[in-house]
Structures are given as structure tokens and as C-alpha cells.
Nanobody, 122 residues
């Protein structure tokens, strides 16, 4: 199993980014998947998740500004982020959630990518 994130970068406040997660070794559409982030000096924070049935969930801190999606043909998952704020600066990770657990169960991520850095600043 491998997860590879991409799409991070430097963006000004109010800007947008779309993060991508390429999965290999399993069928992403059959799994419970999540995005999480870790800001400097802070712990891992759940951001969003999608279940195999397509149901999607968002953390309250970002829910009006993000959209999670997946491309079953490409075995990828994306996170579109709009109206970014400096406090959104973090390393963003995609993760595969162990079966039977919730997208927000950080301790039950059985695979996680290396992360992609998002910096929101002038």
C-alpha cells in the first residue's frame, strides 16, 4: 500500500489549492479514506473523510471551505480548499482508515502518506 500526496505549496490568504492523493496497492473507492493535517508544534488534526459508499464528512474548522472527492478510475482522492487562511498552514496527509472505524479516528489510520506542505502567507 502506498499513498502519495501532491498539490501543496505557498498561497496567499483567500487563495485556493487542490491537494491530490494517489493510492496504490488497494482500491481507494472500496476503502474509508481521510485527510488530516499537522501544523507546526501541534498534533494531528482530522480535516475530512469519505467512506466507500461516498458519504463525506468535514471538520467544522474547514467545512465551508473544502470539498473532498475521489476519482475511481485513477484511484485518487482530492481535497479542494478555498478561502485559505494563515491558520490553515500545515502538512496535509491522506490516510487509509482501518476497516470499521470512522474517518475521524486518527489512531486508526493504518496507512498514511508522507504529506504535502501547505503554507498560507503573503
Amino acid at each position: 500500500v502506498q499513498l502519495v500526496e501532491s498539490g501543496g505549496g505557498l498561497v496567499q490568504p483567500g487563495g485556493s489549492l487542490t491537494l491530490s492523493c494517489a493510492a496504490s496497492g488497494f482500491t481507494l473507492s472500496s476503502a474509508t479514506m481521510a485527510w488530516a493535517r499537522q501544523a507546526p508544534g501541534k498534533g494531528l488534526e482530522w480535516v475530512s473523510g469519505i467512506y466507500a459508499d461516498g458519504s463525506r464528512y468535514y471538520a467544522s474548522s474547514m467545512k465551508d471551505r473544502i470539498t473532498i472527492s475521489r476519482d475511481n478510475a485513477k484511484n485518487t482522492m482530492s481535497l479542494q480548499m478555498n478561502s485559505l487562511k494563515p491558520e490553515d498552514t500545515a502538512t496535509y496527509y491522506c490516510a487509509k482508515v482501518a476497516p470499521e472505524y470512522r474517518v475521524s479516528d486518527l489512531d486508526e489510520y493504518d496507512y498514511r502518506g508522507q504529506g504535502t506542505q501547505v503554507t498560507v502567507s503573503y
